[in-house]
Structure formats: C-alpha cells, structure tokens
C-alpha cells in the first residue's frame, strides 16, 4: 500500500466553514468524525498528515471585524477561533486512536504545544498528527499563508487545498456558467487572472518554495485519500 503513496507528508488545509457543515457557523461533528476518518486512514497507510485549520466558523478578523474594531485586534481574535476548531478536530482524531497534537504560533501552554518546527517533525515522524492553530501567529496574514508556511517548514510535498469548490476554475463556477475547470495551472496565472485559489500573499509564498498545491472540494472527504495516492482529482497549482 505505502508504494502507492505519492505525497508521503502533506499539510491539509480546511476552512473554519468546513468543520460547520450546512450550518455554516460552529461545529458539525458529522462532518469533522468524516474528515478525521479518512485522516486516519491516510495514517495507517504511511501518509505523515499535519493540518492548519481556518476560524470562519466563529470569527474572521477582516469581515466581522470590518470598521468596527482595531484590525490587530479582531485577527487575533481569528486566531483564537482557530485555536478551538484545532482542538475539536484533536480531540475527534484521539477518539478514533489517531495519536494528535495541538501546537500554536501564539504560545498558550496550559492548551497546546507552543509550535517548535523540530518537535513538530517528531511527530508527524511517529505518525502522529499535528494540528496548527494561529495561523502565522501575527495579524494581517490568512490561515492560507499559515498554512503555505508550514507546509514549507515541515517540508511537505504538497499542501492538499479542501474548499468547497471541486477545483480551479477560470470564473465563479456559481456565477458563470461558462466557467472551466483546470486540471493543472501555474502560480503565475493563477496570480495574474486573480483566481482566488489563496491570497496573493499565500500564492507567491508557495511560487518562490516551490510547494504544490492540489485543490479539491472536501464535501466528499475520501478525496483527501484519492489525493494522496496520486489520484486526478481538483486542480494541481505548481510550476
């Protein structure tokens, strides 16, 4: 089975929204026990999973923030949303034997593991898998870029994109029914056609790493699976 593998170490990036399911704020535990399964399944085939969580199930600095508050402020407030999502989906992952740890940009001890890059190499190595809350840890940067950052810093072979759209497309898809779908694009046109796969920010870090990233759509979660063993699926954004 481990042969078949061809991202052996992935960070898997999942909005807040995600984890809310059709409720679209909060928690769904349906859904969360379904990603966590198939987590679980990347594990015990060799896959080291790290995961960065977005907060927009409870809290966007940008939006809800908007005018209403000091900009530093209400991102770290996103930080901290991301913070209890990390925990949720930790503590799904330990109730189906998948050994997992919470670290966070922002040290918050008595919660987590403050983030050390070697330690977090530790575990993925023992087949553990690590969950990063805080985004980079300062304000003014999006889970995306978080999650650029750490997939570099670990050295993951790819950043594995689960949006609620199945891929890259030229246009809104909902918006634009003439929209295509690509199978492949590069950082450079999705940057130059403003795609919207991540920020710009999290794009041209990923450009200048060189770090994959395959977007796909996580309302069907076995495709976390598919991906990682080397499965057309979504959209692969590389060089």
């Known amino acids: 089975m481990a042969n078949d593998i061809k991202y052996k170490r992935v960070l898997l990036k999942v ?19 379904q990603v966590c399964q198939v987590i679980k399944r990347c594990v015990e085939c060799g896959v080291q999973v790290g995961v960065v969580v977005g907060g927009g199930n409870f809290w966007r600095g940008l939006k809800d923030g908007a005018e209403r508050m000091q900009r530093v402020r209400a991102d770290h407030m996103g930080m901290l949303a991301t913070v209890m999502n990390a925990m949720a989906v930790c503590d799904v992952l330990e109730q189906q034997g998948v050994p997992a740890r919470v670290m966070t940009s922002i040290d918050m ?81 999705v940057l130059a056609r403003r795609l919207g796969v991540m920020d710009s920010t999290a794009t ?33 954004v590389s060089e």
């Open 204 to 236: 041209s870090l990923a450009m200048d790493n060189h770090m994959p990233i395959v977007v796909f759509a996580l309302k069907d979660p076995e495709n976390i699976y598919r991906v990682v063993h080397g499965e057309a699926v979504g959209t692969v």
């Open 109 to 189: 001890p008595r919660i987590a593991e403050p983030y050390v890059r070697d330690k977090a190499v530790r575990h993925l190595e023992k087949g553990r898998v690590v969950i990063f809350g805080c985004g980079t840890g300062n304000p003014y940067f999006s889970t995306d870029t978080g999650a650029v950052l750490k997939a570099v810093e670990i050295d993951a072979d790819a950043i594995l994109l689960a949006k609620n759209i199945d891929g890259v497309y030229s246009a809104d898809p909902n918006k634009d029914p003439a929209a295509v779908k690509f199978d492949a694009i590069s950082y450079d046109e």
């Open 15 to 33: 909005s807040g929204e995600a984890l809310a399911g059709d409720a679209h704020r909060g928690l769904d535990f349906a859904v969360i026990g």
